[in-house]
């Protein structure tokens, strides 16, 4: 299969990196010092999959010049930040009507709708629950995996999802098929939901946030809010409702990734925009469409978004 990677940071890096080493024709696609280093020196993949290399992976910064080159794709891997997607749709147009999907592997809400909207029938969802970061330009590690990564087309979604699960599932990314995506989409939102901002406002990781009874209830009031808001757009989500949802959390979700910092501390550390309004912002948005009251999360995004603007 031939896959494109767009917005290749950690975790893209991580999924072409794997695909290429299994023989997959795979092109990089992204910006800054990251891909500079993988154009002239190739990729490295380290951490708990095992140390690997990849030094003669095809990568660049424009969508024209990988068209220009020759390479084709058969189905885009979107992760970018989910304020980046519409632009990164915009990029892709040309490239748009001989793929058979876009696959979007991104946070939060909103990019799924994004890509049904750029190339009807084909979108599909993914749900990625392992961890990675960028140790140096060329370099991303492994840190954690609390489950499979699980794909399925969006509603109208095109066929030959279950060969790119195959695929992944061959390179060593585990990962299987799920009709029911966008529950899982929203399941893995309100994971990020209940922890990015709060460790990122306190500078813990997310093993803490679960063992103090006042930042758990914090995450209780977050949940419920989350439950309101899924309940008046009609999702179904994966647990049937928040005390449920909470017991698998704390039993299941939680212990694999205790120890993981928030992406989101290291953007405010950066000096970068978070993806906080896909997030937190994302559940105070639809709330206020429905006129549900949203306090926990409205507090939340604004005082990341505070921390964005005081960053320098």
Known sequence: ???????????????????????????????????????????????????????????????????????????????????????????????????????????GLGNLEAVAG??????VGGRVIFGARTLEPGTVDVTVCADDVLLGPAPGGPDGVDGVCDAFSRS???????????????????????????ATLLGTDYGHLGDEAETWVVMETLCSEFYAVASAEGVDLVSPDPAAYLERFRQDLLPPTRDHRSSMQEDIEQGRRTEIDALNGAIWRLGRKHGINTPANQLLTQMIHFLEQAAP
């Open 172 to 198: 060593g990314i585990p990962c299987r098929y799920e009709v029911r995506i966008l529950s899982y989409v929203w399941d893995k939102v309100l994971y990020n939901v209940c922890l990015n901002a709060l």
């Open 1 to 107: 299969m031939r896959f494109l990677v767009m917005g290749a940071g950690s975790i893209g890096s991580v999924v072409g990196g794997f695909l290429h080493l299994d023989g997959h024709q795979v092109y990089l696609l992204g910006k800054g010092p990251h891909i500079e280093a993988v154009m002239d020196d190739g990729l490295r993949i380290s951490g708990i999959w095992g140390e690997h290399s990849a030094p003669d992976i095809d990568a660049g910064t424009g969508v024209d010049e990988m068209l220009s080159g020759g390479f084709e794709p058969e189905w885009t891997l979107l992760t970018v930040k989910s304020y980046d997607t519409r632009k990164a749709l915009e990029d892709l147009e040309a490239a748009l009507p001989c793929m058979s999907g876009v696959i979007s592997l991104q946070n």
């Open 118 to 123: 750029a190339a009807p029938g084909k979108a």
